[in-house]
């Protein structure tokens, strides 16, 4: 994913959807939400070290599930008065509500595919019950 970069560098539009596997419009679309703020050089767009480091907080966030205005909020946390402290201590919040929302998803999961599998046994067993002249194709 996204390398290491030294102070001073810029990147292209192309450059940083290359490097995060995204495309450009997915790049103009963050920028439009506000959450990245490239320099314009005419109608170029220069992305700094700063863009990069939210574009790669944008897109863990959206991996782990969280909606862009949740990870606005955490991103935007970090320029706050209490700077990391409050987006850290923020973020542990989101992560237990996630986490929480995640199990109770997985737990709901389970119980289909049991349920599933009790209807495929039973399925079985009264097709396997029916004597050869009485199983007839699903079309027929």
């Not at 992305?47 to 205005?69: Q, W």
């Not at 949740?70 to 986490?99: C, M, N, V, W």
Request: with cysteine.
């Amino acid at each position: 994913m996204a390398s290491e970069a030294t102070p001073g560098d810029t990147w292209t539009i192309a450059q940083i959807a290359d490097e995060f596997a995204i495309t450009h419009r997915a790049v103009r679309h963050y920028e439009d939400l506000g959450l990245i703020s490239p320099e314009r050089r005419g109608t170029q767009r220069v992305y700094h070290r700063r863009d990069r480091t939210r574009l790669n907080l944008i897109l863990r966030g959206k991996r782990l599930g969280f909606p862009l205005e949740e990870i606005r909020t955490i991103i935007d946390l970090y320029d706050a008065p209490r700077g990391k402290r409050s987006q850290l201590e923020y973020a542990l919040g989101q992560i237990d509500e996630r986490r929480a929302d995640l199990e109770a998803r997985r737990r709901d999961l389970d119980a289909a595919l049991d349920e599933l599998d009790t209807f495929e046994s039973r399925c079985r067993a009264d097709l396997g019950a029916l004597k050869p002249t009485q199983r007839t194709s699903p079309t027929g």
